[in-house]
Nanobody, 114 residues
Framework: VQLQAYGGGLVQAGGSLRLSCTAS????????MAWYRQAPGDQRELVAR???????NYADSVKGRFTISRDNAKNTVNLQMNSLKPDDTAVYYC?????????WGQGTQVTVSS
């Protein structure tokens, strides 16, 4: 399984970005899809997850600002990020899970300037 993440970039604080991650197979087969992020010197952390039934969960730091969604027809998971803050600066990684293992995308850089 290959995951291709895109949509990162440079944005000013208060702005918005939309990340997308497209899978090489149908995402209906995945138990969950998620976005993680890793800032320099920090551990990778979960940002948002959507499970197969549609339930979502978010890191406390992004609740109310970020929205994760699945587009099964396009085999894509999206992360809409609003009201961005400099603390959101990180490399964002897409992850999917099936019954066997987790798969990771290559990461996309998000930089929020103050």
């Amino acid at each position: 399984v290959q995951l291709q993440a895109y949509g990162g970039g440079l944005v000013q604080a208060g702005g918005s970005l939309r990340l997308s991650c497209t899978a090489s197979k149908t995402i209906v087969s995945f138990i969950s899809m998620a976005w993680y992020r890793q800032a320099p010197g920090d551990q990778r952390e979960l940002v948002a997850r959507v499970i197969s039934g549609g339930t979502t969960n978010y890191a406390d730091s992004v609740k109310g600002r970020f929205t994760i969604s699945r587009d099964n027809a396009k085999n894509t998971v999206n992360l809409q990020m609003n009201s961005l803050k400099p603390d959101d600066t990180a490399v964002y990684y897409c992850q999917s899970r099936d019954l066997v293992r987790a798969y990771w995308g290559q990461g996309t850089q998000v930089t929020v300037s103050s």
